[in-house]
């Protein structure tokens, strides 16, 4: 009998028997693509989020692949689905969009669904250690890169690479506010009248759409690979759906505070190290490579605070309910969601909206 796959230390805030498949139907499942893996692999957790669990999978020859799979716990509705996820890259992997291939999907003996992705080598910018660990001119890099690799994005025609049935295509602010507020109400652990004020006043102040395209939905620093200060491969594509392109560099600015600014869904950005481009750098970037006009941006920008305010607080509500799920990388407080609302109050604000 093979031994059972390794998990490192990091990983043990996740029940094993919860998370990672029975060894013998790993072991079959890689057979059937041709991956003969012997009994010395190894498989560890990769990142510490809240969303889709992510693994390294060695055989201990040097060969790499990732694994993905939902989070443990009841999940909200549409929530989390890896297989239309693998769709999404899949349809990518013939245009100009660097995402790394899908080798193969598969639900496990509980019906979990399991994605075999293919490794790229490179850097995630996920810890401040790894944001000061870059050289200056490498930290003025990413940014503007990250900015560019979202006009390629926007550039994809969904219906020629088959993805023209992705979602609805009806005003996508619209559409926002309306799932989104539908999370607040199936998630929120207390009552919060300034999140409910910032929805209405988003619902007041929404953009005329002029296209629709394929929008990332959750594009930040933490899920894009670099190297040398270049994005090589966009990850995470649970929440990508068609809509209005602004939307993705609203989410992109959401996740990149100045110094000295309130921090969205994170303790320490290496956006606020010495070197990394400013937001208003980030936006004429992506004006330039995509030809957008990009005057609505700040509502954009708030609209993303406002869903990172209640992704973090459907993070709180499982941790309570499911304390076996909480994240390695820690669980945001009640407090920390009404500081970022406060927040998006501010920017909304300076925005006028």
Do not use: C
Request: glycine share 8%; charged share 25%.
């Amino acid at each position: 009998m093979s031994e059972p796959p390794t998990v490192l230390p990091e990983d043990t805030a996740f029940p094993e028997d919860t998370v990672l498949p029975e060894d013998a139907w790993l072991r079959d499942w890689l057979a059937a693509e041709g991956l003969q893996v012997g009994p010395a692999r190894t498989v560890t957790r990769i990142g510490g989020g809240h969303s889709n669990l992510t693994y390294g999978l060695s055989d201990g020859s040097g060969r790499t692949w990732v694994l993905r799979r939902p989070p443990p716990g009841e999940l909200l509705a549409s929530a989390h689905d890896v297989v239309r996820e693998a769709r999404v890259m899949r349809a990518l992997e013939e245009t100009d969009v660097p995402v790394p291939a899908i080798l193969s999907v598969r639900p496990d003996d509980h019906g979990v669904p399991w994605v075999l992705i293919q490794h790229i080598d490179g850097q995630v910018i996920d810890s401040m250690a790894a944001g000061q660990g870059l050289d200056p001119a490498l930290r003025q890099a990413v940014g503007p890169s990250m900015a560019r690799t979202l006009a390629r994005i926007h550039a994809v025609d969904v219906d020629e690479v088959g993805l023209g049935d992705l979602a609805s295509r009806a005003p996508y602010a619209a559409r926002q506010l309306r799932r989104w507020a539908r999370q607040w109400e199936a998630s929120y652990t207390r009552p919060l009248p300034e999140l409910d004020r910032l929805t209405a006043r988003l619902s007041a102040a929404v953009p005329e759409q002029h296209e629709v395209r394929l929008v990332h939905g959750d594009f930040h620093i933490k899920n894009v690979i670099t190297r040398d200060g270049s994005v090589i491969a966009v990850l995470d594509w649970e929440l990508s759906t068609l809509g209005d392109p602004l939307a993705d560099v609203g989410t992109l600015l959401a996740y990149w505070p100045h110094a000295g600014e309130l921090q969205a869904g994170d303790k320490a950005s290496v956006s606020t190290l010495p070197g990394y481009a400013t937001r208003e750098e980030l936006v004429r970037e992506y004006a330039a490579a995509s030809g957008r006009d990009v005057s609505t941006v700040g509502f954009w920008h708030v609209l993303g605070l406002w869903k990172v305010a209640i992704i973090a607080e459907g993070v709180l509500r499982r941790a309570v309910e499911q304390p076996g799920a909480r994240s390695p990388a820690g669980t945001p407080s009640a407090e920390d969601v009404a500081s970022l609302v406060d927040y998006a109050h501010r920017i909304a604000d300076d925005s006028r909206i």
